[in-house]
T-cell receptor, first 112, second 112 residues
Framework: GENVEQHPSTLSVQEGDSAVIKCTYS??????FPWYKQELGKRPQLIID?????GEKKDQRIAVTLNKTAKHFSLHITETQPEDSAVYFC???????????FGKGTSLLVTP | DVKVTQSSRYLVKRTGEKVFLECVQD?????MFWYRQDPGLGLRLIYF???????EKGDIPEGYSVSREKKERFSLILESASTNQTSMYLC???????????FGPGTRLTVT
């Protein structure tokens, strides 16, 4: 199936700095790329997503960019806050059209 | 608000037992999914269903089966539990076309 690689596996930044998490995918037919945030002990929740007909999408302090040619997409968080500390998962759609392949996650720690 | 519930938050079973994990969603979603989450391995898809009585294997279906007799309910069955099935199990649902998946709170299963 689709392979989604996510880097880095852990990321530590100081409050106010930016954080970038990168993912690559292998199936050129993938057309939907969501990002989920999972706080400790809680369920994953969608924070932003992008479809293949769009190159960039922003929502306040978070943004996602997609490079279809290179088959990679990235999550950018600006002005990080301690409450941004969580595990972030990227995902890419499978060719079945119903399901997702998830990356292994990035544990982000924002220190005050 | 979409609500996805799972039958148990914590479960302890013995090796060889048959285990049922149930998931119920209240938003009339066509798609439902079962994942297992293990540290460092992210979210791995076990099975998914895109309609009543329809099911598709994910990446790690061995040792598991599923049942979807009603649209709102998707059950995961461990036919004969083994210690390597100790994990966090997450259920999710989504409407078509491929879009946000709403996760349940998870069931932490321990097989002794």
């Amino acid at each position: 199936g689709e392979n989604v690689e996510q880097h880095p596996s852990t990321l530590s930044v100081q409050e106010g700095d930016s954080a970038v998490i990168k993912c690559t995918y292998s199936d050129s037919a993938s057309n939907y790329f969501p990002w989920y945030k999972q706080e400790l002990g809680k369920r994953p929740q969608l924070i932003i997503d992008i479809r293949s007909n769009v190159g960039e999408k922003k929502d306040q302090r978070i943004a996602v960019t997609l490079n279809k040619t290179a088959k990679h997409f990235s999550l950018h968080i600006t002005e990080t806050q301690p409450e941004d500390s969580a595990v972030y998962f990227c995902a890419a759609s499978r060719n079945s059209g119903y399901a997702l392949n998830f990356g292994k996650g990035t544990s982000l720690l924002v220190t005050p | 608000d979409v609500k996805v519930t799972q039958s148990s938050r914590y479960l302890v079973k013995r090796t060889g037992e048959k285990v049922f994990l149930e998931c119920v969603q209240d938003m009339d979603h066509e798609n439902m999914f079962w994942y297992r989450q293990d540290p460092g391995l992210g979210l791995r898809l076990i099975y998914f269903s895109y309609d009543v009585k329809m099911k598709e294997k994910g990446d790690i279906p061995e040792g598991y089966s599923v049942s979807r007799e009603k649209k709102e309910r998707f059950s995961l069955i461990l036919e004969s539990a083994s210690t390597n099935q100790t994990s966090m199990y997450l259920c999710a649902s989504s409407p078509p076309p491929l879009s946000e998946q709403y996760f349940g709170p998870g069931t932490r299963l321990t097989v002794t």
